[in-house]
């Protein structure tokens, strides 16, 4: 995920202060796809601004003792074509579907059948909740979102929906006990694989 490409971007709409870059990620739920920390954000800015791709549009004087003013940033001509640069790099990025139960599926016939169970069930919970969280945010927000935004928490939709199906396809073969079956090759199988193996390589 870059940082950059979200401060860029978020700056080709408007001159914005980075709390409002901040605000405006969370607004757009965003931050369900992209965890920012504060820091990385204002140390991003802070690298944009000395590389000359933003720049101090306005510095509001804040009351109080101690306070530092508020700079509010423009994106300059540099950082324009950077942006351009880091949208094509980002549409040119490819990546298998990735999920924290994948690195476990191989192993899960040597764990417990009811602890898996109740954990799969778990997560299914998780992904319907996420799921009706995303519906509710686009019901709430979509007629005010930019056209990208909107295909991007229908994406969150659609992935989630498929991955709903698949927890519960695992849900079933765990229950079924299928999921714990014991996995045990003949040497006729083995030599079979290898083969195979060797011709999905060519």
């Known amino acids: ?17 980075p709390y409002e870059i901040r605000q405006t990620i969370k607004q757009r739920n965003w931050s369900e796809s992209f965890k ?24 509001v004087a804040i009351q109080g003792n101690n306070r530092p003013d508020k700079t509010i940033y423009r994106i300059t001509t540099r950082g324009r074509e950077a942006f351009l640069k880091l949208l094509e790099e980002q549409f ?3 990546s298998y579907p990735q999920h924290p139960l994948f690195l ?6 040597h764990g417990d059948p009811a602890m898996i169970e109740d954990l799969i069930m778990k997560q299914l919970d998780v992904c319907e ?13 979509g007629d005010f979102l930019p ?12 992935f989630g929906e498929t991955e709903k199906l698949w927890l519960m396809s695992l849900l079933e073969e765990a229950r079924s006990g ?11 199988q083995r030599e079979l694989l290898e083969s195979r193996s060797k011709d999905f390589k060519k």
Not at 129 to 141: D, Y
Not at 178 to 188: A, M, P, Q
């Open 1 to 17: 995920m870059s940082i950059r490409l979200l401060i860029l971007g978020l700056l080709m709409e408007r001159d914005m202060h």
């Open 36 to 59: 920012l920390r504060d820091g990385s954000l204002y140390y991003a800015v802070d690298q944009l601004r000395e590389d000359g791709q933003i720049e101090a549009a306005e510095v």
């Open 92 to 94: 040119k990025l490819t």
């Open 104 to 109: 476990a599926m191989p192993f899960v016939r």
């Open 129 to 141: 909740t996420r799921i009706a969280r995303m519906q509710a945010v686009l019901e709430l927000k």
């Open 147 to 158: 056209r990208g935004s909107l295909l991007m928490i229908q994406g969150f939709i659609q």
């Open 178 to 188: 299928k999921l714990f079956e014991v996995y045990k090759l003949t040497n006729e």
